[in-house]
């Protein structure tokens, strides 16, 4: 499971800075969340390819988390795109593309989807044989969500010298990787764990972006191996973060020491700040295992 943020700043793009938008690699499988301005930009510069991408997660409806997404539907079009896409979002989102796709005479020759979200609760919204993906409902002046990200078990791995050991034909090898014991025709039953490995324990991706310090994401969010978490103001001024309905660095830190959570990753930075360094100091101080995003950056989870 690899993360590149490609941008998480809060606001507006400037020069240097790009506002919220990340790419999730999990088993070869790659997700787009959220799609401010410049995100192809983004995706060009961290060599991405975009027909890869078949599913964008869309946060909420405020403009830096979802205005670079018509820009990247049509950029897809004219790369001659044929697989379908898939944007999930608040209600709402499929009327404001199609209004655009209709005046700009710019219908995609590719099958777009839309899968509008309303529920207040967690909700399964993608699903394949792999990953399976839910909502984190947020708290902000708008309808949000977060996204959870978890991968699904892996088949156990053979345990090749074993297998030949007892000499087990091939046609066995699958009921091994799904965990079942072996007869042999002695009338011994070998244990799968004596015939396999375990797999690789599945991975988890929470990403919760924008929301005030919200506590009833904890149950949803709970021992995820990694939390991404809106810190958009420093503890100086929490009042503003209550009033706007954003969340400062030490009130991130807070929930994922709650939700015991193996890391968290902060992002969405007001650029009032000189330094973003600023933030992973004052979320240190509750949650040793925080690290910066920023633009560009890349975690394997």
Known sequence: MNLTILGCYAATPRTFTNPTSQVLEIRNRLFLIDC???????????????????????????????????????????LNRNNPLTVYGPKGI??????????SNSWPQYELNFVELTSTES???FEDDKVIVKTIPLKHRVYTNGFLFQEKPAARKLNIDAVQTFEI?????????NGKDIALEDGRVISNADLSFDPPKPKSYA??????YYENIIPVINEVDVLYHETTFLD??????????????KQAARIAKKANCKQLILGHYSTRYDSIQLFKEE??????????GDDGASFEL
Do not use: P, W
Not at 207 to 212: A, N, V
Not at 236 to 249: N, V
Not at 283 to 292: G, K, P, R, S, V
């Open 36 to 78: 401010g301005e410049g995100t192809q930009v983004q995706l060009r510069r961290n060599k991405i390819k975009f027909s890869a991408i078949n599913h964008i997660f869309i946060s909420h409806l405020h403009g830096d988390h979802f205005y670079g997404l018509i820009g990247l539907i049509s950029t897809f079009n004219l």
């Open 94 to 103: 499929e009327e404001i593309i199609r209004l655009q796709l209709k005046f």
């Open 123 to 125: 909700e399964v919204i």
């Open 169 to 177: 034909d091939k046609c066995y090898f699958q009921n091994i990787k």
């Open 207 to 212: 990403f919760c972006s924008d929301t005030m």
């Open 236 to 249: 100086s001024e929490e009042q503003l973060a209550e009033k706007t309905m954003h969340s400062t660095a």
């Open 283 to 292: 979320a240190q101080t509750i949650f040793e295992n925080t690290l910066l």
